[in-house]
C-alpha cells in the first residue's frame, strides 16, 4: 500500500466520472481508467446516428473535464482481468494494484444469442456504432437512387428498429424524421431520379404490446400516436428471430426484407465482469449489497449497469440517474470505511424520464407529472442541453439544433470511412 | 445518345464542383460522380487532424450543395474502368455512357515509392486520413502517461512532419500548439503523471532548403522563424529514406526514433487515371491541350491536379484555384462544342497564396502584396471562412475558432474508432 491509498475506478461513464468527483477532496490517489479518452453522452447518441450531431457534440475528454481535480491520474487502457485476491487489475498498458474498486463498467448490447442479428445488424451503444448507423443508413439511399430493381430498392430503404424502448422509439422517429424532412429535398430535383423517398419504410418492431413500458400507460399511447403520425409502422408482438442481412425474419415467420436492422431490444452488463469470479445476477450485473459493496469483497463496489440490486422488488433500472446516485454513495462507503465510520445505504430516488419522439414531440413523467408533446419535448431540449458536459458542447449542439429545427436540416450527412 | 447530350463529371472536388455549376442553365444532363457523397475542404484538412475541427465541419453532402440545379444527377460510385472508344464509364454500381466527359478526379498522396513509409506513415489527403492522424497524436499522449520508460515516451512524443510545403507547414505549426497551448494542460494536474510534455517534438523534414517554395523568400523566412517560436524543429537538407513505425532513417544515415510520421512531401494525380489510356506528364497528370481537351479524345476533358498542363514552361500547381478555373473553361468549352462555337484557350490568373502556421501568424502573397504575421493571418481567416461551404459549416466553424482562440482549446480531442 502506497502513503496514500489508491481507489482505482473502471469506466469514465456517468457512474465513474460522479465517483471521481465526490473524492476530489479526499487525501487518496485516485485511478480513473477508461478504454476511451473521452465521456460520451450517451441518451444523445441516435441523434449521431441519424446525421443531426457530429460525434465530438457528445463527447468530451475526460482529462479536460477533470483537469482541476489535483488526486486524479486518468489511464486510458483496457481492463484486461482482476486479481480479486492480489487486488491488482491486468491492463492493455500494464499492471495496477487497488486498495479499493469501484467498477462502473455500464452495459453492451445484448442480442439475446441471436447471432445472425449480432453479425448483421447494429448495435447503438457506442460512438463507432452510431457512426456506422448514420453511414448505413445514408448509403442505403445513395445505392437505392441508383437501383433499377423496385423490390432491391424497397429493401434498401426499409430500416427495421428493433425495441420499444427509448433508444429505439427515439431512434425510429429520428430516422422517419431524416427521410421525410430532410433526405426528400436532397433526392427531388435530381433529374432521372430512380428513388421516390415514398417508398422508404421505417418499422419498429416490439416484442411485447407496449412502447416505453416504464412510462405510465397514457404516455405509452400517445407515443405509439406520434410515432404513427411520422410514419413509422409500429409492430407490437413481433420478435425477431433472424436478419441475414437481405431480410428480417420473425418469430411467426412473417419476412420483412431489409438491408438494416437497428437492435436496440437489449442491454447487458458489460462482458468484462464475466470472468472476474463475482457473483452475477440477471443480464450479468454484478450482485451487491445496499451499501454497494460486493458481498465477499467489502473493498470493491459496482455501480449503474454493471451492478444488481433490487428496489421495491426489482430490478433497478439501466439509466444514468441510478449509475450517478450509486457513485455517491459507493465514493462516500469508501471514505467512510477509510474514517472507520459507518456505511450508508443506497436508496434510489426517481428523477422521472423522458424520451423524444421528434420534432415538437416527447413524452416525460416526473413523479405525478405527465407531459406529452410540445411542453414535453422543451423539456427534453433543456435537460439534455444542460447536462452535456462541457459548455461549448452545449452551445454547439443547440445551434445545430436550432439550425435544423428551422431549416429541416440535418447537418452530419456525410458517409465516413471506406 | 439520349434526347439531351450527357456530361458526366468525376469528382465532386473544388473542379467538379464548379464545372457541374457552370452547365447548371445547358439544356444538358450532368451526371457528377464521386466516391463520396460530400464535397470535402481540403485546405482545412489539417485542422481535422489536429482536433481543430470535426470531420463534419469541412465536409457537406454533394446532394445539399447541388440541390437547385434541376439537370444535375448525382452518384456516389467508384470510378473503376473508362472506355474512351465506347464513351462508357464502368461504375462499382454499374456503367454508365458519356457524350461529354470531365475527369477531375483530383490528387493523392505520393510516397514516392518509399513503401514503409507508405505502409506506417499516415498521408493527409483525405477525412479518413485526416481522423487517423487526429487518433494517433492523442494515443500518443495517452501511452506516453503510461510509459516508464524515457527512451520509449521520447519516441512516443516525437512527431515528425515531412515535407515544407503548405501542408506540411500548417500541420507542424498546428501540431505544436495543440501540445503547448492545450495538451499541456490536459496532462499538468494529474497526480504520478509520467509525462512532461516537454519531452514531445514536432520535427519538420525538408529535403531542399526552402519551405514554402512558391513563395517569396522574405516570407519563407518569416514561415521558418515563427516554426522555430513555435518549438518546431525545422530540418532542411532532410530527406527520408524509411520508416519502420518505430524510428525514421534519413537518406544520411541519421536516426529519429519516433512512432508518428506525417508524410506531405508529395501528390500525385489520383491512381485511377494511370490505367485509362490518356497520356500522362508528370506525376500522373493527364497531358491536355490549352482548351482542357485530351489530344486524342476531344470529348474528354481533365482539369485540376488531373490535368498536364504548362504555364510559363512550367507544370500548373496543384491548387484550389486552377482547378476551379480550368473547370469553368472546360465547362464553357463543352457548351461552346454543342453551339458549334470557337473553343476557349485556359489561363492562370493566379490569386496569390496563403498559409497559416497557428494562432496569429500566416504568410500571404497577392500579387506584388507580401503579408506576414497578423495581418496574413486575419486574411487567412477570412478567406478560409467565406470559402467554406454551407453557412451553418461557415457558422460553427468561426464559433469553434474563437473558442479556441480565446479559450487556447482544441475541442475536438477524442480518439475515435477501436
Redesign the interface.
Known sequence: MSVHPTVVIVGAGFGGLRAARALRHAPI?VVLIDQ???HLFQPLLYQVATAGL????I???V??IL???????????QVTGVDLAARRLQLS??ELGYDYLILAVGGQTNFFGLESVARNGFGMKT??EA?QIRNQL??MF??A??EPDADLRRALLTFVVVGGGPTGVECAGAIAELIRLVLV?????????AVNLKEARVVLLEATDKLLAAMPESLQEATAETLWRKHVEVRFGAAVADFDGRKVTLKGGEVIPARTLIWAAGVRAAALLDGVGLKQGRLGRVVVQPTLQTPDHPEVFVVGDAAYLEHDGQPLPMVAPVAMQQAEVAAHNILNLLAQRPLRTFEYHDPGSLATIGRNAAVAQLGRWHLRGFPAWVMWLVVHILQLIGF??R??VL??WA?DYIFY?R????????
Chains 1, 2 share one sequence.
Open positions: 490517489k476511451h479518452n473521452y457530429s460525434p465530438a457534440d463527447s468530451h475528454p482529462r479536460a483537469r482541476g481535480q489535483a488526486n486524479l491520474h486518468f489511464r486510458m487502457a498498458t500494464g460512438l463507432e457512426t445514408l448509403q445513395e445505392l437512387a441508383q429535398k436532397d433526392y427531388a430535383s435530381n433529374v432521372n431520379a461549448r458542447n452551445l454547439l445551434i445545430n439550425w436540416d447537418g452530419v450527412r456525410i458517409i465516413s470511412g471506406k
